[in-house]
């Protein structure tokens, strides 16, 4: 008993006080937030990330429609244009 009563007066504490949060309250903390962050990451992608990419899909899909019709009337002016080989 000596030796405990020992400890508490030489690390100056008092055995009625809390010596802070437990490992079960850490985790719980951390959970907490790690839970939140996932929240959030899941409102980014959901807000900014998958309407920008369909943003971004539909450009590029105007882009080559708009290149495919360039294309192909390239084609018929090309084909309109051969010399003919009259010999």
Known sequence: MDNILDFFYYNEISPKEKLGPTGRTIETK???RIN???????????T???????MMQSLFEVYDAQNDVVGK????F????KP???L
């Open 30 to 32: 951390l959970l907490k």
């Open 36 to 46: 939140a962050v996932i929240a959030i990451m899941r409102d980014v992608e959901k």
């Open 48 to 54: 900014q990330t998958k309407p920008t990419v369909a």
């Open 73 to 76: 009337k390239q084609v018929r």
């Open 78 to 81: 090309r084909e309109k244009q």
């Open 84 to 86: 003919t080989n009259s």
